[in-house]
């Protein structure tokens, strides 16, 4: 390149008969080369930035999904702990697909990744950009939303649950039915690993939603 740029210059300097000294032309496409060599280098520093930040953006997505996964959830706890942001009240929501088995067995396993899918995009479209969503588990995800009531969080997932209930999965004209039960619980910032522990009594009410006959709420 600096080579090329030097007989440009030559070229030039002939054609335009500047007369420059040789030294001083030495000196000049030594400098191109290092002006070259600097370009490639930002080039090459800022396609390294580019693939580093879409490995972190990988890192902290579900690949099936395209949301988020436990490791997006553990930053975004972490600091959500350490802002001093007059902070709302703050729900972990899980969400579970009944008898998820049956789907697979039945319909084979990429109908059941269709389904987890069909799932993670009605979850995006009726929660808030400010919510996180997450594939906690298998057939499992996790939404936390914060709300200064809970009679709130409880209509979002009402809602969540009966479009979902609503929504059949079609494939190849075959209707899948499907339903989800949901388990509620109010995060404690004050406690001992408050995410934690959060995530335990919404796993309890989770189960209590399942044990009481599925596709239903239940707020820990
Ligand atoms: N298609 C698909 N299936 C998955 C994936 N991850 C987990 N599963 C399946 O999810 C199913 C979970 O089954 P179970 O834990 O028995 O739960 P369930 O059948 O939903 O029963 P309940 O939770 O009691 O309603 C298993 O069959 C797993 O193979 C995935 O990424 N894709």
Do not use: C
């Amino acid at each position: 390149m600096a080579g090329l740029l030097l007989s440009l210059l030559s070229a030039s300097t002939s054609v335009f008969n500047w007369g420059m000294n040789p030294l001083l032309l030495t000196q000049m496409a030594s400098l191109l080369e290092s002006f070259t060599l600097l370009l490639a280098l930002s080039e090459k520093v800022r396609i390294l930035q580019y693939r580093y930040e879409q490995a972190e953006r990988e890192s902290q997505h579900d690949a099936l999904t395209g949301i988020g996964n436990r490791r997006l959830l553990e930053r975004w706890f972490k600091r959500w702990s350490n802002s001093d942001d007059s902070r709302q009240r703050l729900w972990v929501i899980l969400i579970d697909i009944d008898n998820f088995k049956e789907v697979n067995d039945i319909h084979g396993h990429r109908a059941g990744d269709q389904v987890l899918q069909q799932l993670a995009d009605m979850m995006t479209q009726l929660s808030r950009p400010q919510d996180i969503l997450v594939r906690y588990g298998g057939e499992e995800f996790l939404l936390l939303a914060e709300s200064p009531e809970p009679k709130y969080v409880v209509a979002l997932a009402e809602r969540l649950r009966q479009r979902f209930a609503r929504t059949p999965h079609t494939l190849n004209d075959i209707q899948i039915p499907h339903t989800i039960s949901l388990g509620i619980s109010e995060l404690q910032p004050d406690e001992d690993k408050p995410l934690e522990q959060a995530l335990m009594r919404a796993d309890k009410a989770l189960y209590q939603a399942k044990d009481a006959g599925k596709n239903r709420v239940v707020m820990n």
